[in-house]
């Protein structure tokens, strides 16, 4: 028989991929999310537009006998918009109603199995000051201190998904991602997260002029390449750990070398100007101790690999959307 799954959060990057992957593994996809994927990258076999937030509605899409439910949906972005404190309240009253309301309505149809994506995010800060020694494993949550309300509100959830485990029987896996990037990703408009913020402004940059990247650039991150993020998803989903497990690189590198590294992608002469800016905690890199374990598995590919992919994808994009307003300007 066909494996049903329902994807929420669909219209979104990982959603988006994950659908794909769901659909080369044989599965019937439903995607749920409150618009399409703007790059039109998912091949869901039905797409409902709704809002998750909404109580009713979500019941109303858990009707078809679904044996998963992957939870995706959330109000997030980069830097620049989950740590300015701009979004503080509606990205915690938007994600918290929509897990809350996607547990109730698994619960209500009896869905067997379901999937988190939790965040990097919950860890705490006071781990996280040197850039050269973030500890991130994953009992290292507690005592609790992220350095975000995007963070807070994803491990409350956590804990949501594992009490609905605990008192209803629902099968749950979680996973926390350490940034997710790749092409077909949000590469403008304030959502973009770093890889694809660092491509646009390379693309966007005349040879000869500087980039401006935030913070001092000592600052350090590791990234994950999507279609490993897939993987790891789908190797969490059939195994018999409930997590929460971290899904990410453990290449860890210094912002400006990454910098660097996407310049020289390009071929471009470029320097780099640190400007102020909102940066997170100092250091952060995934800590995949427990992911080999428990999965037996561990991403490999570095991390140039997927930058090339990505940066011809959003320089392509760059390119497309300059002729736009050439036209424009024309006519
Ligand atoms: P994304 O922003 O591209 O996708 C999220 C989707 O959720 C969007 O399409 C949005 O429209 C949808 N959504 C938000 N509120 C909704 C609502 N009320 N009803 C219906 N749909 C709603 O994000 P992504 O990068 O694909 O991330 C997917 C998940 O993984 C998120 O939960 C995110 O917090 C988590 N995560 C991502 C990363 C990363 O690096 N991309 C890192 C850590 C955690």
């Known amino acids: 028989m066909t494996k049903k799954a329902i994807v929420l959060g669909a219209g979104g990057f990982i959603g988006g991929n994950l659908i794909n992957r769901l659909k080369k593994e044989g599965y019937w996809v439903r995607g749920v999310d409150l618009k399409r994927n703007e790059y039109g990258n998912d091949a869901a076999d039905d797409f409902v537009l709704v809002d998750l937030s909404n109580t009713s509605f979500c019941e109303s899409i858990m009707d078809r006998g679904f044996g998963e439910v992957y939870q995706l949906a959330a109000d997030m972005g980069g830097a620049g918009y989950i740590f300015t404190g701009e979004h503080d309240a509606d990205v915690m009253r938007n994600s918290v109603l929509c897990n809350v309301n996607t547990l109730e309505a698994c619960k209500n149809h009896q869905i067997p199995k379901i999937f988190y994506s939790s965040s990097a995010c919950i860890y705490p800060e006071y781990n996280q000051l040197d850039p050269d020694n973030p500890k991130c494993s994953e009992e290292s949550a507690y005592p609790a201190a992220p350095d975000s309300e995007y963070g807070w509100e994803k491990l409350f959830s956590e804990r949501l998904y594992l009490s609905y485990q605990r008192n209803y029987g629902i099968k749950v896996r979680i996973a926390r991602f350490h940034n997710i990037f790749g092409p077909m990703g ?4 304030g959502k973009e997260k770093a890889p694809a913020a660092m491509c646009r402004k390379v693309a966007e940059a005349k040879d000869g002029t500087y980039i401006e990247v935030w913070g001092d650039g000592v600052q350090t991150r590791s990234f994950l390449y999507i279609d490993e993020c897939l993987e790891a998803v789908r190797r969490l989903m059939e195994s018999d750990f409930s997590g929460p497990v971290n899904i990410g690189s453990e290449e860890m590198i210094a912002i400006n070398d990454f910098a660097k590294m996407t310049i020289e992608i390009s071929g471009k ?6 400007i ?9 890199n995934s800590d995949n101790h427990l992911l080999l374990e428990k999965l037996g598995w561990r991403p490999s590919q570095p991390l140039k690999k997927g930058m090339i992919e990505t940066y011809t994808w959003i320089s392509s994009q760059v390119r497309e959307a300059a002729n736009k307003v050439l036209i424009t300007n024309e006519t």
């Open 269 to 274: 002469k470029l320097s780099i100007k640190n």
């Open 276 to 284: 102020k800016g909102p940066t997170g905690v100092r250091g952060r």
């Open 186 to 189: 949000t590469w403008t408009g």
